[in-house]
């Protein structure tokens, strides 16, 4: 059974910095990456990345946030910087399984970000 596990997530000051991290349990993955959603707003991409390395990111993030994979690990990463409030959100880690169209979305974690 396929579990993404998310941590890393809390509370920063506008500015600064966090890194998220999402392990996949039961499966090997061919593309990890990170969604938001911020109370009475859609869901939205923020930056995927897949087992060749070639990442896509959200137009709101792009130039602050750095997304990556170990492919070894399963594991993938967000490193976060110069958040402000409106980076403010639940993040949820998602993921395709390798040679399948299934797809996993992991239980999410807070990101709060203060002015």
């Known amino acids: 059974q396929v579990q993404l596990v998310e941590s890393g997530g809390g509370l920063v000051q506008s500015g600064g910095s966090l890194r998220l991290s999402c392990v996949a349990s039961?499966?090997?993955?061919?593309?990890m990456g990170w969604y938001r959603q911020a109370p009475g707003k859609q869901r939205e991409l923020v930056a995927t990345?897949?087992?060749?390395?070639?990442?896509n990111y959200g137009t709101s993030v792009r130039g602050r946030f750095t997304v990556s994979k170990d492919n070894a690990k399963n594991t993938c990463y967000l490193h976060m910087t110069e958040l402000q409030p409106e980076d403010t959100a639940v993040y949820y880690c998602?993921?395709?399984?390798?040679?399948?169209?299934?797809?996993?979305w992991g239980q999410g974690t807070q990101v709060t970000v203060s002015s």
């Open positions: 990345v897949d087992k060749d390395d070639i990442r």
């Open positions: 039961g499966s090997a993955m061919s593309l």
């Open positions: 998602y993921a395709k399984r390798l040679f399948s169209s299934s797809t996993y």
